[in-house]
Each structure stands twice: as structure tokens, then as C-alpha cells.
């Protein structure tokens, strides 16, 4: 099952990120919020009714004076009308309709994309609606009462969203050929490993950072097996500017991971891992995926006899919440190591998608138990009943207990390290759920 992706565009301080939040937010019980590794909220999957869907939230389009703000503006509206299935238009009633918002509605009028156009702070229906007929004059379809910061109309305009979900959104052709997600930052060399593995130049390589301004699918056939290889358009660093791109670089990161059954994230050899890695990283963590670091340009640092040591010891230290995830040190260039990949690859499918009997997790945990008692708190010791997988991709399990508030995260992780000792699971998340059953339930 695909999740369809929902962009909301819209002018700063129309309501944009109020909106948002709302839609995100855990107060309606429809939604759940999916917290990043990053502290900006970027992204969330919100659940409506029968449908599931990734809500991004794009920053707000400033068209200011000056050509340079305006190019900018047009090219973060491109970005988020190609990313995006369904637009959500946000506008403010109260402002009422302004030279900007025509300008926005130009850009989107002209895409193939369902438009929603959504008039915000209309906390009176009564009062405003008069000034929410001025928007038909936009072109761009009925316009959407809301408030945003009431929750007035958030259902119908849910509703109008899950309107526009096709078929082909939300069920992808069956298509048995493992998908792999290149990421990073720009100028890592994501374009040039994918031309190593396919042997040719199927994508333009250049030194300006980024080049790739979409993902980009590529068919790779090695040794008898196809493969189809995502290459994404690099996570930049904030600029300057007033408009944050890099919002837009992890818009097309989220889409790309959330299509793959692996994710490379790479990193610059010469550079090594930063902050900015870590929050892809984090993306692709928090979707299960399989995981493989690629460090590349490994061919142009400087080594000793501990340089792969040390750069192993900062990788798990910033990227301490995927301690799982395998690292591999190659030369996109010369292609050091690139060989390994596909071996890498067919390890990490194999362990996202791996089942443990029943009978066999049981006996760990049992033995895990004797090895470490569970947590007391004020005389009410955690007891564990039982425990099953429930799931793959990434391997769920459900873990029965007496009391939920008892299973410390700290136990948990001692359980999860001795399921890892067991079956290593290696390139690949373990999630757990923690259920309560009474103890005459037994």
C-alpha cells in the first residue's frame, strides 16, 4: 500500500503551520504524529477514515520585491506541486485576496495536481463567508472555509483531500523488484555511485551541489537480479535566505524512502557524518527501513591504521539511535567496495523481512528475565507474559505485560539486544509494542 503525499502551500502567516500542526497533532484522535529526529516538524502521517497519507508542510512562499526572491518562490512551488499528489492552497480571509496569493495560484493553476484551495481564519462562517466568495476570482475551484486555530471545518476539508486519492495513489503496481533509496546532502556522490553500479552515465554528475533536482528511478540488473536504485536531490544547509530549501531537499527524501525497502544514506568521507546526516538518517529510521551507510570518497581521505575506527566510533556516536544500521566504506569514483553493495543490500531485505517462531522469542525473553530481573516500582514488579512477531518490514513484536508503565525503555532495549544476539537482524529496526493484560487473564 502507497501513502499518497499532501503538500500545503501557502504566503507566511496565512495559517499555513497552524494548520498543519492541527492535522498533526495528537489532540485529533484521527492523526498520529510522527516525531523526527530533527526538531522541526516537516512532515507527519495522518490517518483520515480508511485512508493513510503523509502530510508535508512546505515553509511559507514569500514573494517579495527583487527577481532572486521571486525565482525562489516559483522554484519551491515547482518543488512542492511535483512532489505532491494532492496541493492544499492555504489563504487568509482575513487579509483577503492579495497580489501574492494570484501569483502562488498562477504556479498552480498551470500543474496537473488536484488544487484545494483553503480559506483560513473564518472563525464566523456567518460573518466571513461573504469574504470567502472574493477567492472564486482565484480560478482555481470552490473555495474551503476553515479555522485552523478553532478546528472549524478540518473534517470537510479532510474529507474534499481524500476525494483526490486515485487508485493508483494508494495501490503501487506489484512489483516484486527490491527498491533502494540513495540520500544525502548534496555533492556526496548519490548520482555518481548509481552511474558506477549501472555503467554508464544514466545521471548527470556535476560539482555543483545539487543537480539532482528530482528523484530519479534506475533499473540495475547484477548478477541475474534487477534491482531498482531512487536517487534523491541532496539535503542542503540552511541558507541564508530567508526561504529554508533544505525543507524542500527532505520533502523529496521523505517521498523516496517512503517508496524503497532500503535506504543508503551517504556520507563524505572527507567531511564525515554531521547533524544534517542524521536527520535523513532519522527519516528513514522512523519508516523501518533497511539501512546501509555508505561513507564515499573514501579513496581521497588521508588514513592510518585507525582512520576506519575512528570514523566507525562518530558515525554511531551521532547516529547512536541506528546503531543497527551496517557501514560500508567505498570510492563512488574508483569503485573501491561499490561491488559490495548488492550483497549489503540483499542481507538488509532479508532481515527487514525476516519471522521468528512464536516458541523461539518466548524462550529468549524467558531466559532474558533470569538473566536480568524486570523493573519494580513502590513493591509492583513488571511481569512479561508473552511474546510474538506481529509484523515485517520493519519485524514488529508484541510483548504482553502486567503493567504498561512498568516497561522502562531501558528493558525494552535489553530485550530488543537479546533478540539482535539471537538472530542479529543486522540493517534493520526492530519495533515493539507493549501490551497490558490482567494478571487473573493469564
Known amino acids: 500500500m502507497s501513502k499518497p503525499v499532501v503538500a500545503i502551500v501557502g504566503r507566511p502567516n496565512v495559517g499555513k503551520s497552524t494548520l498543519f500542526n492541527v492535522l498533526a497533532g495528537e489532540r485529533i484522535s484521527i ?52 512532489t505532491a499528489n494532492v496541493i492544499v492552497f492555504i489563504t487568509d480571509v482575513r487579509q483577503g485576496l492579495v497580489d501574492a496569493d494570484e501569483k502562488v495560484a498562477d504556479m498552480l493553476r498551470r500543474s496537473k495536481k488536484p488544487i484545494l484551495l483553503v480559506i483560513n481564519k473564518v472563525d ?27 478546528k472549524l471545518g478540518i473534517g470537510d476539508l479532510l474529507d474534499e483531500i481524500t476525494k483526490h486519492f486515485t487508485k493508483d495513489m494508494l495501490e503501487e503496481a506489484e512489483d516484486e523488484r527490491p527498491r533502494i533509496a540513495i540520500v544525502g546532502k548534496p555533492n556526496v556522490g548519490k548520482s ?23 528523484a530519479v528511478d534506475t533499473d540495475i540488473r547484477y ?10 536531490a541532496g539535503l542542503r544547509r540552511k541558507s541564508k535566505i530567508k526561504e529554508e530549501i533544505e525543507r524542500y531537499s527532505i520533502i523529496r527524501a521523505v517521498t523516496a524512502v517512503e517508496r524503497a525497502d532500503v535506504v543508503i544514506l551517504m556520507i563524505d568521507g572527507t567531511e564525515g557524518v554531521t547533524e544534517q546526516d542524521a536527520k535523513i538518517a532519522g527519516i528513514a529510521h522512523e519508516r523501518g527501513k533497511g539501512i546501509l551507510i555508505a561513507v564515499n570518497k573514501w579513496d581521497a581521505v588521508t588514513k592510518d591504521d585507525k582512520t576506519i575506527y575512528r570514523h566507525t566510533e562518530k558515525i554511531r556516536q551521532i547516529l547512536s539511535f541506528m546503531s543497527y544500521a551496517e557501514i560500508l566504506f567505498i570510492s563512488a569514483k574508483t569503485g573501491q567496495r561499490v561491488g559490495k553493495i548488492f550483497e549489503m543490500i540483499d542481507m538488509v531485505i532479508e532481515n527487514n523481512s525476516m519471522r521468528v517462531a ?14 536480568q530481573q524486570p523493573p519494580t516500582d513502590k513493591g509492583k514488579r513488571l511481569r512479561l507474559y508473552y511474546i510474538t512477531q506481529a509484523a515485517v518490514k520493519p519485524p514488529t513484536f508484541v510483548i504482553f505485560v502486567n503493567d ?22 543486522r540493517g534493520t529496526s526492530l519495533k515493539f509494542i507493549i501490551r497490558e493484560r490482567k494478571e487473573d487473564s493469564k
Open 31 to 82: 492523526v498520529q504524529d510522527t516525531p523526527g529526529v530533527t526538531r522541526d516538524r516537516i512532515y507527519a502521517d495522518v490517518s483520515w477514515l480508511n485512508y493513510n497519507f503523509t502530510l508535508i508542510d512546505t515553509g511559507g512562499i514569500e514573494p517579495e520585491s527583487g527577481d532572486i526572491i521571486l525565482s525562489q518562490m516559483r522554484e519551491q512551488a515547482q518543488i512542492a506541486i511535483d
Open 124 to 150: 464566523n462562517f456567518e460573518k466571513f463567508m461573504p469574504d470567502v466568495y472574493e477567492f472564486y476570482n482565484l480560478g482555481i475551484g470552490d473555495p474551503i472555509p476553515v479555522s485552523a486555530a478553532s
Open 192 to 214: 555518481s555511485l548509481i552511474n558506477r553500479l549501472c555503467g554508464n552515465n544514466r545521471l548527470i554528475v556535476s560539482e555543483i551541489a545539487g543537480t539532482t533536482r528530482d
Open 223 to 232: 548478477n541475474g537480479k534487477d534491482y531498482v536504485f531512487i536517487d534523491t
Open 358 to 371: 512464536t516458541g523461539v522469542l518466548n524462550e529468549i525473553m524467558a531466559e532474558a528475565v533470569a538473566m
Open 404 to 425: 504498561k508503565q512498568l516497561m522502562h525503555f531501558s528493558y525494552t532495549r535489553y530485550l530488543e539486544n537479546r533478540i539482535r544476539d539471537a538472530f542479529g537482524f
